[in-house]
């Protein structure tokens, strides 16, 4: 095994994001001169074999926040819902919320 390679993109391997090396397309990707040395550095340094295993390591990083931002949104949605179910709401009273969450802390702390 490659112990170069972080933990995060181990995982993204063992969970299919990886490709075959027939599956890849060659494409063009502009970067700024800060970017590029970036990349270079980490493949000079041995902490990457090249900069599409950089690339590849970052779409699979991507692919996995946008999953969770997915589910994330997902679970924000059926969180409205349900409040929406809840029927009409009532004006906020500050001091009420206030005293009751110091009574759930075991706080006496003055307003």
């Given at each position: 095994m490659d112990t170069r390679r972080p933990d995060h993109y181990l995982w993204?391997?063992?969970a299919g994001v990886g490709v075959a090396v027939?599956?890849?397309r060659k494409i063009s990707v502009a970067l700024?001169?800060?970017?590029?040395?970036?990349?270079r550095a980490a493949v000079d340094s041995d902490?990457?074999?090249s900069s599409d295993e950089i690339v590849r390591e970052a779409i699979a990083d991507w692919r996995i926040e946008h999953a969770q931002l997915e589910d994330d949104i997902s679970r924000l949605r059926d969180l409205w819902d349900a409040g929406k179910?809840?029927?009409a709401t009532r004006p906020l009273d500050i001091e009420w919320?206030?005293?009751?969450a110091r009574?759930?802390?075991g706080t006496a702390e003055a307003v």
């Open positions: 993204a391997m063992a027939a599956d890849v700024t001169e800060d970017e590029a040395a970036d990349l902490a990457y074999a179910d809840r029927g919320t206030l005293v009751a009574e759930r802390l």
